[in-house]
């Protein structure tokens, strides 16, 4: 599907008086809660609950002013190799500067899990229902902050990453825009379980001019709204694979693929939402909300740079 981006801009919402400027632990904890429930099954592609959530995701944006397009598009499964209907939610918050709102940060995560085996629901809270909390959260916060922007944000719910990567795939291949008018992707998957030492991972950080310092400098600046992140990241320059941010490295565009860290419950039944270290989750979407401003909050120069 090609969306047309005269369209697109001109559907945007008047008012944003529902954006909160604030992430919380009570809010992640409500998008978490929801995306794991039994009812859902485990967010399997072209289910009914993939619908549900779909939903989700559009009231949510729509809620905060966040102009909404939908990708529907064709996953074919691994389970079984049949082909099901599933969709991409895509948010757009428009820049305020004349000639760089015509450039986006992308920020994006996967929505769907793998669904129930041998009887057991495999709920994926961290694996990606914490990436997909943060991305409405952190969304909120860049809708009730979008004067701050001088560039445009996409915000992307993936669907069908489980399955190949394929939502982001068809992303790059049916992109609305140029796909030179993004800037840098940022991916969100596995977010919720900030060990004691406070590490968040990231790769990519070396895909643009500047990236590993700007990084680490912003894990010891102070957010706008005065929470320190108090994080320890651990900046790689390369080692851009296993997520959604691979199909945007693989079309020439600079990203950072960002998460917690991995664990024994990852893609097993016991990924729950109990295990989840929600406010640490907090400080990881701070730290990804201030990398955004640096980003599309000003014209700092922004290249691909190949990694090996």
């Known amino acids: 599907m090609r969306v047309c981006f005269t369209y697109f801009i001109a559907l945007i919402f008047p008012l944003f008086a529902n954006a909160q400027e604030k992430i919380t632990s009570q809010e992640l904890k409500t998008h978490i809660s929801f995306l794991t429930a039994d009812s859902l099954g485990g967010r399997y592609p072209g289910t009914k609950a993939n619908r549900q959530i779909l939903d989700y995701i559009k009231g949510d944006f729509s809620s905060n002013g966040i102009t909404i397009e939908i990708q529907f598009f064709q996953a074919r499964l691994r389970r079984d190799s049949s082909r099901v209907k599933t969709s991409n939610v895509l ?111 990231m790769g990519g950080a070396g895909t643009f001019p500047g990236g590993q310092k700007l990084m680490k400098n912003l894990s010891v600046e102070k957010a706008s709204l005065g929470n320190n992140t108090n994080l320890n990241p651990v900046i790689h320059a390369g080692s851009v694979g296993g997520s959604d941010h691979v199909s945007f490295y693989l079309k020439g565009i600079s990203v950072l693929g960002i998460h917690t860290g991995g664990h024994d419950h990852y893609h097993k039944p016991s990924d729950t939402m109990d295990l989840l270290n929600l406010e640490g989750e907090v400080k990881v979407c701070n730290y990804i909300y201030k990398t955004i401003l640096a980003i599309a909050g000003s014209d700092r120069e922004m290249r691909f740079i190949e990694q090996d």
Not at 91 to 107: A, M, R, S
Not at 108 to 126: F, R, T, V
């Open 91 to 201: 948010g757009f918050i428009e820049g305020t500067d004349p000639n760089l709102k015509n450039e986006f940060v992308v920020l994006g995560a996967h929505y769907d899990h793998l669904g129930i085996k041998n009887d057991s629901i495999y709920h994926g809270a961290d694996d990606n229902a914490s990436g997909t909390a943060a991305l409405l959260e952190i969304g909120e916060k860049l809708a009730a902050n979008r004067k701050q922007l001088k560039r445009s944000v996409l915000l992307i719910a993936f669907g069908a990453e489980e399955q190949g990567l394929l939502g982001s795939r068809y992303f790059t291949e049916n992109p609305p825009f140029s796909l030179n008018r993004i800037k840098l992707m940022i991916n969100m998957d596995m977010l919720g379980r900030l060990n004691s030492k406070n590490h968040v991972y």
